[in-house]
């Protein structure tokens, strides 16, 4: 019983909200660096307020966010030290093609990670890479209006070949967008998305979803002839839409929210677009940007693993007069009377991550890969610096828990489980540092303050005896 041998525990980055040095190397401007603390960022993230320049009013976390870009000698050995078996990370775009368009990539940024790769191997730590965190080089935005053209799916296949070929041998896992369904809710942090007044936003965010699918599809192919080693998986943003009654309508409602982030998902696995999705958009009158050869590769090259984040579950109803809704990782929800929530009012559901796991696997039948776990907390140093963060404790182990039972009892395959933030990063919806998910705290505040310093957390140790134990000891 437990987690089989060689199960790969560890924890997950992004570049975007660690490396900093956005404008180092050559590296290009991206539009995850235009993200903006304060009010103005929700409406930017959305593809409603366009900023596609640095405002000099306001504060952009992303430009040197904890540094890693000069420190992760340091980081990658404390993460060493925990015991990781696996170090999730992404690579920015606009490091190896600056500008998204060019013919030949910058040497340093290709460099840079190959640093980072063979320094994982040193301590036999695997690197599971993110094609894609949610970044594009604002070039492609500005010169080409993004993932609504159909020319970045060629660019991005150049990325692929490039990286898949210079870290042959050094990178296996591979995820080709992070939560991909994120470009429906949060479409200029997806995907660089700026939506016009006089477009059909949803008609634009479909195009881009499917410029993406297609982008992936193609990734995968690659990838598999570069290396049969590789191996591809796609990665959700799972939420666990509960009904919040029995009332049939808030269950169809539940089922109807589900599908819409599961339509990804089920075209990546399954390889091809299923009906619930195309009769929508046929009484929308939207018409996917399909061209010859589409349908081919998208059922031809379908992922090898099941990627997702998991942080709550949320809740939904059919009548229109239940509006409070409450935070949770960009997805609105109704508050959920049997549980506790964060600081952030995200709501705490180990259990929801066994529902999801077992609604995934359930559904698709292939090796999941939990990416993205956590709790974002505003951890306070005592007199020491020392921060026990025992609420931290608490929330991982009683996930973890969850996930063992889907593995002894509900019979689940589980490739690893990353923990969000093993190291205290710029938070994505809000752009504060001051919301922490670290084992590792970063000496840095939401003004930019800070000397970077990494301290131990209680929860430091905590991990590392989970791991050592191979999850038996919570
Ligand atoms: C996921 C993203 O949505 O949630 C991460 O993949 C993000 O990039 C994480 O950081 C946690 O969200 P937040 O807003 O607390 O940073």
């Known amino acids: 019983m437990g987690f089989k041998e060689g199960f790969l525990w560890g924890g997950a980055t992004s570049a975007n909200q660690s490396e900093g040095a956005y404008?180092?190397?050559?590296?290009?401007?991206?539009?995850?660096?235009?993200?903006?603390?304060?009010?103005?960022?929700?409406?930017?993230?959305?593809?409603?307020?366009?900023?596609?320049?640095?405002?000099?009013?306001?504060?952009?976390?992303?430009?040197?966010?904890?540094?890693?870009?000069?420190?992760?000698?340091?980081?990658?050995?404390?993460?060493?030290?925990?015991?990781f078996k696996v170090y999730r990370l992404s690579?920015?775009?606009?490091?190896?093609?600056?500008?998204?368009?060019?013919?030949?990539?910058?040497?340093?940024?290709?460099?840079?990670?190959?640093?980072?790769?063979?320094?994982?191997?040193?301590?036999?730590?695997?690197?599971?890479?993110?094609?894609?965190?949610?970044?594009?080089?604002?070039?492609?935005?500005?010169?080409?209006?993004?993932?609504?053209?159909?020319?970045?799916?060629t660019f991005y296949e150049r990325l692929c070949t490039e990286i898949f070929n210079r870290y042959k041998g050094l990178v296996t896992y591979w995820i080709t967008f992070n939560e991909i369904n994120m470009v429906l809710e949060a479409p200029f942090l997806a995907a660089g998305l700026y939506i016009e007044e006089h477009e059909n936003a949803q008609a634009v965010k479909y195009a881009a979803s499917h410029h993406q699918l297609v982008a992936s599809a193609l990734a995968t192919k690659i990838a598999h002839e570069v290396d049969p080693m590789n191996k591809i998986g796609c990665m959700l943003a799972a939420n666990a839409p509960y009904p919040r009654t029995c009332d049939p309508k808030d269950i169809w409602k539940a089922k109807q929210v589900e599908n819409q982030s599961y339509f990804f998902i089920d075209v990546q696995v399954r390889g091809e677009y299923p009906g619930y999705t195309l009769k929508e958009l046929e009484r929308k009158n939207i018409a996917l940007p399909f061209v010859e050869g589409d349908q081919e590769l998208l059922k031809q090259h379908t992922v090898d693993y099941v990627g997702f984040s998991y942080y709550s579950s949320s809740?939904?109803?059919?009548?229109?007069?239940?509006?409070?809704?409450?935070?949770?990782?960009?997805?609105?929800?109704?508050?959920?009377?049997?549980?506790?929530?964060?600081?952030?009012?995200?709501?705490?559901?180990?259990?929801?991550?066994?529902?999801?796991?077992?609604?995934?696997?359930?559904?698709?039948?292939?090796?999941?890969?939990?990416?993205?776990?956590?709790?974002?907390?505003?951890?306070?140093?005592?007199?020491?610096?020392?921060?026990?963060?025992?609420?931290?404790?608490?929330?991982?182990?009683?996930?973890?828990?969850?996930?063992?039972?889907?593995?002894?009892?509900?019979?689940?395959?589980?490739?690893?489980?990353?923990?969000?933030?093993?190291?205290?990063?710029?938070?994505?919806?809000?752009?504060?540092?001051?919301?922490?998910?670290?084992?590792?705290?970063?000496?840095?505040?939401?003004q930019g303050q800070g000397t970077f310093k990494r301290t131990k957390k209680k929860s430091f140790d905590w991990y590392r005896k989970v791991i050592a134990t191979n999850g038996q000891d919570l």
């Open 23 to 83: 404008n180092d190397d050559g590296r290009g401007l991206a539009n995850v660096d235009l993200s903006p603390t304060g009010e103005s960022r929700e409406g930017v993230l959305m593809g409603k307020i366009k900023m596609f320049d640095f405002d000099d009013n306001c504060y952009y976390p992303a430009k040197e966010a904890i540094d890693m870009y000069h420190r992760y000698k340091e980081d990658i050995a404390l993460f060493a030290e925990m015991g």
């Open 91 to 153: 690579i920015a775009w606009s490091r190896i093609f600056p500008k998204g368009d060019e013919n030949e990539p910058n040497e340093a940024g290709l460099q840079f990670y190959e640093n980072i790769f063979k320094e994982c191997h040193k301590y036999n730590i695997e690197p599971l890479v993110t094609i894609t965190h949610f970044d594009v080089p604002m070039h492609l935005v500005e010169e080409y209006g993004s993932w609504r053209n159909r020319k970045l799916v």
């Open 315 to 446: 809740v939904v109803s059919a009548d229109p007069e239940q509006t409070g809704t409450i935070g949770g990782n960009l997805f609105p929800s109704l508050p959920n009377p049997y549980l506790k929530a964060s600081d952030w009012g995200w709501q705490i559901d180990p259990l929801g991550l066994r529902i999801t796991m077992n609604d995934i696997y359930n559904r698709y039948q292939k090796p999941l890969f939990i990416v993205e776990n956590g709790l974002g907390a505003a951890d306070i140093p005592d007199s020491n610096g020392y921060i026990e963060d025992d609420y931290r404790i608490s929330y991982l182990s009683e996930h973890i828990r969850a996930m063992r039972d889907a593995v002894d009892y509900d019979g689940i395959e589980l490739l690893g489980y990353t923990v969000w933030g093993p190291i205290d990063i710029v938070s994505a919806s809000t752009g504060e540092m001051k919301k922490r998910y670290g084992f590792i705290y970063v000496d840095r505040n939401d």
